[in-house]
């Protein structure tokens, strides 16, 4: 079997991570949090979404945390952008990427961003075109790609259907999200496959939540296919506020734990990140959600 010798990791734990917290983090605290993740070696960094505050009031600070950040040199800051209004308000903020995220499940479109799947495409088409325009690499999130927790599993044609119309309105690279972690292997390859249907190897990755503990195992799943790109989240933070009972992206540490276990090259120093995941972890008042960092942070204490 063929894995890739090397994979780029994208930490999405400011992002992700934070947008489902309750108490509000400060913005240095997410400031502090994307220098550890860059010091640590990610080369690409979720930092935040130019959403409504309405709809997701831990992301109201996003012009200030990514005007607070020092940028390194080769690392890739990427926001998420709804709508003409978000892409308009981040463009200030010099995002190297943009991330339009629709849903293979219209039940979900619905809760998520207000509008039908149909709506969502046209309401992208504008948004890919001007940040395009600018020079902004433009990302695409396909959420339920597996399963929706409204209307349960996701069948690929769906998948499929949505895949071609976000290539369609020119978005650059799609991610196969399992916004509810109940995919298993297959199911995940599935979805995978529907997607590499209108988009070759290179512009695809996996976002896997690890509600159900698959996270980890349909990484490997996509390794087998060649998927070398992975979202994920230090410490396991996250949760989508509008997917009931989804709780964080497969941590970080775990999947470079993984990774390294197999001679596949990061580039990240999984000590570093294991001090990113704790920073930010203590200041949530809780532990690390990584069984890797739960076990290097032992080994260092005794
Ligand atoms: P809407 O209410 O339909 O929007 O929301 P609207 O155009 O009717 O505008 C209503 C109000 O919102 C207006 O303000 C607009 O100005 C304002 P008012 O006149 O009432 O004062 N507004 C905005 N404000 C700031 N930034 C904006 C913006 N747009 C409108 N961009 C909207 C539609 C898409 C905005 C809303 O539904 C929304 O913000 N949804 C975002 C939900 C979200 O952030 N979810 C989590 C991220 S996705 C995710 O986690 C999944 C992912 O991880 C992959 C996976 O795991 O599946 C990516
Ligand atoms: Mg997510």
């Known amino acids: 079997m063929q894995f890739p010798a090397k994979v780029k990791l994208v930490d999405v734990g400011p ?52 005007a607070g950040i020092e940028r390194k040199p080769g690392v890739r800051y990427s926001v998420l952008t709804p709508n003409m209004k978000g892409l308009e308000a981040a463009l200030a903020s010099k995002p190297d990427e943009i991330v339009v995220f629709g ?8 809760r998520n961003i207000n509008c039908s799947i ?25 959420s339920t790609a597996v399963a929706c927790p409204y209307e349960g599993e996701i069948a690929p044609e769906r998948v499929e259907m949505v895949a071609r119309l ?29 997607v590499l249907k209108h988009y070759g190897i290179n512009d695809v990755s996996g976002h896997f939540h690890d509600t159900y503990g698959q996270a980890l ?18 410490a ?26 197999m001679d596949i090259d ?10 990113a995941g704790k920073y930010i972890s203590d200041h949530l008042g809780r532990k690390p959600n990584s069984r890797a960092a739960t076990a290097i942070l032992n080994k260092r204490a005794g």
């Open 266 to 275: 990061t580039g990240i120093d999984l000590d570093k990140l294991i001090d």
């Open 217 to 234: 195992a349909n990484t490997l799943a996509c390794l087998e296919m060649g998927v070398w790109q992975y979202d994920a989240s230090c």
């Open 236 to 261: 396991g933070l996250g949760g989508c506020p509008y997917a009931k009972g989804a709780t964080g992206n497969v941590a970080t540490e775990d999947v470079v734990y993984l990774l390294h276990g």
């Open 15 to 66: 992002r992700d991570g934070l947008q489902n917290e309750k108490e509000p983090v400060p913005a240095e605290v997410k400031i502090r949090l994307v220098h550890m993740l860059q010091d640590a070696g990610l080369t690409e960094i979720e930092v935040t979404s130019f959403v409504s505050p309405k709809w997701v009031p831990q992301m109201a600070d996003n012009a200030q945390v990514m």
């Open 118 to 142: 149909t709506e969502s495409i046209e309401r992208f088409a504008p948004v890919v075109e001007l940040a395009r325009a600018n020079g902004i690499f433009v990302r695409g999130a396909l």
């Open 166 to 194: 976000m290539k369609g309105i020119g978005v650059q690279h799609l991610g196969v999200a399992d916004t509810i972690g109940a995919g298993t292997p297959r199911k995940v390859q599935r979805a995978m496959e529907a």
């Open 103 to 110: 849903a293979a499940s219209e039940a979900f479109s619905q």
